[in-house]
């Protein structure tokens, strides 16, 4: 069955109406959502310019001022319908007790996380008051942002979030974290608890900061099979969602767990999130029939063809446009803004989405 892409046309923002919170409460939005993962970041030659005055990038995470300013610098160039919090997912794992540092082309680096005692050294007594800078810039930046556009708030998810604990950073395909997982350690466990509670905890307050959505981030689900899927993914996923809506919360969760297929439809299911994002290897018309009847869907661009521009890049936002229905999708790329993208090909890409959805 072909599934008709419904059209959405307007051409101005109608007072206080936010597209993307109109999908996520499955209603019909005025025009069809769009915003970037990572829209905030090394591509913008502003983005460079504030990150040096800061001196690094965790220095304009933790300046509220500075970390307000690059998460609104996408939107004055852009007709984006959400801004996300400039923040960084292991800012959690610092506030628990890590070592973290960013090393120029080498990525994060932490210290380990591998026992038992290591785990019984991370202290979530006074976590959430460490990340109080994210709380800030959220307040600074609701306090700026036009009525239409809704502001998203993010975590890591506990297995993603884990994983660069145990190995220290970025490596290879994780192989210590993927061998715990295996093994069922019980210092694993802990960690995944301990994480998932704070996760809970930490969405709390970025919600009660002003964020309309919250996106949770398992960038490394595609790692496990369907047993530790079940178990290191959806469950704690499902412990967070059920922990924000048993403290009153009704704010939507987007779920990305990068990476698994054709899992995503049963991972949807098994945590009960509000709309899910989807990475650039699975099919449109897949999307479309298996997953839109069920819930609003985010993807899945290729950022590849945003950096290329041109043909393939029109060739590829047609697509989706054509395929995904406007009231069942929120457009994005299948994983994050690349820093070799040049700006221009972000305003093209905008241009065709809602010159398509006019026509
Ligand atoms: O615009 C946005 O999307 C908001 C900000 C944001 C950042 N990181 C800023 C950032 C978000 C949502 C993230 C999430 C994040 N961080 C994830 C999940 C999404 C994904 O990409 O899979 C992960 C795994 C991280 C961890 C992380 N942060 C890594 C591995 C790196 C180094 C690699 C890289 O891209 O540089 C970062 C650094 C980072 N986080 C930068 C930014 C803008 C680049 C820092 C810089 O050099 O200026």
Same mark, same amino acid.
């Given at each position: #069955? +072909?599934?008709?892409?419904?059209?959405?046309?307007?051409? %101005?923002?109608?007072?206080?109406? %936010?597209?993307?919170?109109?999908? !996520?409460?499955?209603?019909?939005?005025?025009?069809?959502?769009?915003?970037? #993962?990572?829209?905030?970041?090394?591509?913008?030659?502003?983005?460079? /310019?504030?990150?040096?005055?800061?001196?690094?990038? !965790?220095?304009?995470?933790?300046?509220?001022?500075?970390?307000?300013?690059?998460?609104?610098?996408?939107?004055?160039?852009?007709?984006?319908?959400?801004?996300?919090?400039?923040?960084?997912?292991?800012?959690?794992?610092?506030?628990?007790?890590? *070592?973290?540092?960013?090393?120029?082309?080498?990525?994060?680096?932490?210290?380990?996380?591998?026992?038992?005692?290591?785990?019984?050294?991370?202290?979530? @007594?006074? +976590?959430?008051?460490?990340?109080?800078?994210?709380?800030?810039?959220?307040?600074?930046? %609701?306090?700026?942002?036009?009525?239409?556009?809704?502001?998203?708030?993010?975590?890591?998810?506990?297995?993603?979030?884990?994983?660069? #604990?145990?190995?220290?950073?970025?490596?290879?395909?994780?192989?210590?974290?993927?061998?715990?997982?295996? /093994?069922?350690?019980?210092?694993?466990?802990?960690?995944?608890?301990?994480?998932?509670?704070?996760?809970? *905890?930490? !969405?709390?307050?970025?919600?009660?900061?002003?964020?309309?959505?919250?996106?949770?981030? *398992?960038?490394?689900?595609?790692?496990?099979?369907?047993?530790?899927?079940?178990?290191?993914?959806?469950?704690?996923?499902?412990?967070?969602?059920?922990?924000?809506? =048993?403290?009153?919360?009704?704010?939507?969760?987007?779920?990305?767990?990068?990476?698994?297929?054709?899992?995503?439809?049963?991972?949807?299911? =098994?945590?009960?999130?509000?709309?899910?994002?989807? /990475?650039?290897?699975?099919?449109?018309?897949? +999307? =479309?029939? /298996?997953?839109?009847?069920?819930?609003?869907?985010?993807?899945?661009? *290729?950022?590849?063809?945003?950096?290329?521009?041109?043909?393939?890049?029109?060739?590829?936002?047609?697509?989706?446009?054509?395929? +995904?229905?406007? @009231?069942?999708?929120?457009?994005?790329?299948?994983?994050?803004?690349?820093?070799?993208?040049?700006?221009?090909?972000?305003?093209?890409?905008?241009?065709?989405?809602?010159?398509? @959805?006019?026509?």
């Amino acid at each position: #069955m +072909m599934i008709e892409a419904s059209r959405v046309p307007v051409d %101005k923002p109608l007072p206080g109406r %936010k597209a993307l919170i109109e999908v !996520l409460n499955n209603a019909q939005p005025w025009r069809r959502p769009v915003w970037f #993962m990572r829209q905030a970041g090394r591509y913008l030659p502003e983005y460079q /310019e504030v990150r040096r005055r800061a001196g690094s990038f !965790l220095e304009l995470c933790d300046a509220p001022d500075l970390a307000c300013e690059v998460t609104l610098q996408p939107l004055r160039r852009f007709d984006l319908d959400a801004a996300i919090v400039f923040a960084d997912i292991l800012l959690v794992p610092r506030a628990l007790g890590c *070592d973290l540092s960013f090393r120029e082309g080498e990525g994060p680096v932490l210290s380990r996380v591998v026992s038992a005692e290591d785990v019984g050294r991370l202290s979530r @007594d006074g +976590m959430v008051g460490r990340l109080g800078a994210v709380y800030e810039t959220i307040g600074l930046v %609701k306090a700026s942002l036009a009525p239409h556009v809704a502001l998203i708030g993010f975590c890591g998810a506990p297995w993603t979030v884990a994983s660069y #604990m145990i190995e220290g950073g970025t490596s290879g395909d994780r192989p210590h974290a993927r061998r715990a997982a295996h /093994e069922r350690q019980p210092w694993f466990d802990a960690l995944i608890e301990l994480l998932t509670e704070t996760a809970c *905890d930490y !969405l709390a307050r970025q919600i009660e900061a002003g964020v309309d959505a919250v996106q949770i981030f *398992d960038s490394w689900a595609g790692d496990l099979d369907d047993g530790l899927r079940q178990r290191y993914c959806e469950t704690p996923i499902r412990h967070i969602v059920e922990g924000l809506a =048993a403290r009153g919360y009704g704010t939507p969760v987007i779920g990305f767990a990068r990476g698994i297929g054709a899992a995503h439809r049963g991972f949807a299911e =098994a945590t009960g999130i509000a709309a899910i994002s989807v /990475e650039s290897s699975v099919p449109v018309a897949w +999307m =479309a029939r /298996e997953l839109a009847p069920a819930l609003p869907v985010q993807g899945n661009l *290729d950022p590849v063809a945003a950096a290329i521009g041109g043909p393939a890049l029109r060739r590829a936002i047609e697509h989706l446009v054509h395929t +995904m229905p406007a @009231d069942r999708h929120i457009f994005n790329f299948g994983h994050g803004v690349r820093p070799d993208t040049p700006p221009a090909h972000v305003a093209e890409t905008l241009r065709i989405i809602r010159a398509l @959805d006019r026509a």
